[in-house]
């Protein structure tokens, strides 16, 4: 799949070698004071669950990243389906190189693949139906491009990447500085000044406050922590007049019946923060 937008070079570079520092600093001893510097082997990414797998094309920018003279035969993309046994890659070239970017290849693809493996099973029941499931800012600190990345290759829509490229006015915002509709007027003004392109999306609690942000004329609306014949209610009142999004302690169980409601988008801050790691191995060719 084509990487998301914010999926840049410059981003990836930037992990990639503060990932490597971490990890290795002066040197990567084990594997210095034991393998010969000209030994070249072969290193097989084995599934070990089924699932989707994610992280393909970032194990092979790492692998460049660090010794561009590695070679990587890949049989999987990043979204496909895989099972118990397959191999995903080949990777071939100077043992040391393999040894040394070996656990941050599968720390990045177990974790991004466990993401994409939940996201596709969450996405799956809203099969049918308009609504979109989102992620949302709850992802590691310094780890969050590999994590939204993970998202969208499990069939997921991002939300906004960062507290830049979107204003999203949150409960705490609205009580610091009184009302939705004060918070919004301002919000309106210093994106004038500024001369800036955000959308606005303001967080609310009930029916009053949906009403209260419809006044405002935002762009969406969240409905916090709303059972469903709220939400119904809520979306009624917005009428299509913007956008609306479900959000607050959602399960899998749920998905269908709040998107029965008919809002735009479902926000799930588990996809990022409860996914499980799938199990994944480098092992050496003989």
């Not at 994610?54 to 990587?72: Q, R």
Request: hydrophobic residues 40%.
């Amino acid at each position: 799949m084509k990487r998301p937008a914010y999926v840049t070079d410059k981003v990836l570079k930037q992990f990639i070698k503060n990932a490597l520092e971490e990890d290795i600093q002066d040197g990567d001893h084990s594997t210095l004071s034991t393998i010969p510097k000209d030994l070249e082997q072969k290193a097989k990414l084995l599934v070990k669950q089924n699932g989707i797998l994610a992280g393909v094309e970032l194990a092979e920018i790492i692998f460049k990243t660090f010794d561009k003279n590695l070679k990587v035969e890949t049989f999987v993309k990043d979204g496909d389906p895989v099972k118990v046994g397959e191999v995903a890659f080949i990777v071939t070239g100077s043992a040391q190189s393999i040894l040394s970017t070996e656990r941050l290849v599968l720390n990045c693809m177990q974790r991004m693949s466990g993401i994409a493996t939940l996201t596709h099973d969450w996405d799956s029941r809203l099969v049918g139906t308009k609504t979109k499931l989102l992620d949302t800012r709850k992802t590691t600190p310094n780890f969050r491009v590999c994590e939204k990345w993970a998202v969208a290759i499990g069939g997921g829509t991002n939300h906004r990447y960062g507290l830049y490229d979107m204003i999203m006015l949150k409960d705490n915002h609205i009580d610091y500085n009184g009302s939705i509709t004060n918070a919004v007027k301002m919000a309106k003004e210093y994106i004038k000044k500024n001369k800036k392109k955000l959308k606005i999306e303001v967080e609310t609690r009930n029916l009053e406050e949906v009403q209260e942000a419809i006044n405002a004329k935002v762009d969406r609306i969240m409905l916090d922590n709303m059972d469903v014949s709220t939400m119904k209610q809520a979306v009624q009142l917005i009428n299509g007049s913007c956008e609306s999004e479900a959000s607050g302690g959602i399960t899998r169980e749920q998905l269908k019946e709040i998107a029965s409601t008919g809002v735009t988008y479902i926000s799930v801050g588990a996809l990022t923060h409860s996914a499980h790691n799938m199990d994944l191995s480098l092992k050496a060719v003989k």
